[in-house]
């Protein structure tokens, strides 16, 4: 079991990071689709591992992450963000 928390973990850190990297390297735009998605899917995979923790701090601050980004891929859904460039 711990070894598949850390496999998400570490999956999840990768996914955020990465759609940081692409951002900052300019790949990917902040209202992209791959952007929210990496971000979402990363933050709710580190909030999975923060709840099995037990780490309070991390659950907010992942939580929240998750769902800001969960936000945002519903209003670009919808059409209310710019489109993709």
Do not use: H
Not at 35 to 53: E, P, S
């Amino acid at each position: 079991m711990n070894l598949i928390v850390q496999f998400v973990s570490l999956v999840g850190a990768g996914l955020v990071l990465g759609a940081y990297v692409a951002l900052q390297q300019r790949w990917w735009t902040s209202t992209g689709s791959g952007y929210l998605w990496f971000n979402f899917i990363g933050a709710l995979a580190l909030t999975v591992v923060a709840v099995l923790d037990q780490r309070i701090g991390f659950v907010i601050l992942e939580g929240v992450w998750a769902a800001v980004s969960l936000v945002a891929i519903a209003r670009r859904q919808r059409g209310a963000m710019a489109p993709e460039t």
